[in-house]
Nanobody, 123 residues
Framework: QVQLVESGGGLVHPGGSLRLSCAGS????????MGWFRRAPGKEREFVAA????????TYADSVKGRFTISRDTAENTVWLQMNNLKPEDTAVYYC????????????????WGKGTLVTVSP
């Protein structure tokens, strides 16, 4: 069993930055591809970013490409999401996810989810 705990959310002005963290515990996350998803108010959960087991491969949703960066540190059992140039439409609860095998943009196959951290982008 893997427990994932997100942190780093908060209120930020448009154009600002936040860095989300996802700390794994229980079992190491080194055997999992990791990803971030988000759910905006009144909307379905959507894919944001994903990173492969060794960190060598990443993929992003078109809406965040060039603004967000996903990274991981196996030794620290942690995954980060650096979010720059934030926009009001980025407002959502952000969830960390772990899946076996290759990275993917789908939530199908996700083995473990965190409980989420709220990001609010507002003037």
């Amino acid at each position: 069993q893997v427990q994932l705990v997100e942190s780093g959310g908060g209120l930020v002005h448009p154009g600002g930055s936040l860095r989300l963290s996802c700390a794994g515990s229980g079992r190491t996350i080194r055997n999992y591809a990791m990803g971030w998803f988000r759910r905006a108010p009144g909307k379905e959960r959507e894919f944001v970013a994903a990173i492969s087991l060794n960190g060598g491969d990443t993929t992003y949703a078109d809406s965040v490409k060039g603004r967000f960066t996903i990274s991981r540190d196996t030794a620290e059992n942690t995954v980060w999401l650096q979010m720059n140039n934030l926009k009001p439409e980025d407002t959502a609860v952000y969830y960390c996810a772990a899946r076996m095998g290759r990275i993917a943009t789908s939530s199908a196959g996700v083995a473990f989810w965190g409980k989420g951290t709220l990001v609010t982008v507002s003037p």
